[in-house]
């Protein structure tokens, strides 16, 4: 969250799934739907989730304890189809994951 932060990221592109065939690919970084998340100096709120397709779209709101009165949004884009050790069978949901980014941001 610190270099999303620094940086002033507004959108992540994530292509796999937390656990795919039961193992564990990536670390859950981000809180549930009503959740807050606490990472150090940084709070996490998750306030949006929408579902689009193949593609989850959650949006977040960080802030920082040394900055009460500055927020910041950021966006993931979530594409919960890529199978593990493979590739999707069409490309027209990454065209439309391309699309909505692009249109977005």
């Known amino acids: 969250w610190r270099m999303i932060w620094e940086k002033r990221v ?11 065939n039961g193992r ?14 606490s990472h150090g100096e940084f709070e996490v709120s ?7 397709g193949q593609i989850i779209r959650r949006k977040f709101k960080i802030s920082h304890q040394s ?15 890529w199978p593990d050790h493979g590739v999707p069978q069409t490309t027209s949901e990454l065209f439309n994951l391309r699309r909505i980014v692009r249109t977005e941001f």
Not at 12 to 20: A, F, R, S, Y
Not at 27 to 36: A, H, I, L, Q, S
Not at 47 to 52: E, F, H, P, Q, V
Request: aromatic share 10%.
């Open 67 to 81: 900055y009460p009165n500055r927020t910041q949004v950021v966006v993931q884009y979530h594409y919960t189809a």
């Open 46 to 52: 998750c306030i949006d989730n929408t579902t689009l």
């Open 24 to 37: 564990r690919k990536c670390e859950k970084y981000w809180p549930g739907d009503t959740e807050r998340g």
């Open 10 to 20: 507004e959108a992540i592109v994530m292509l796999t799934n937390v656990d795919e």
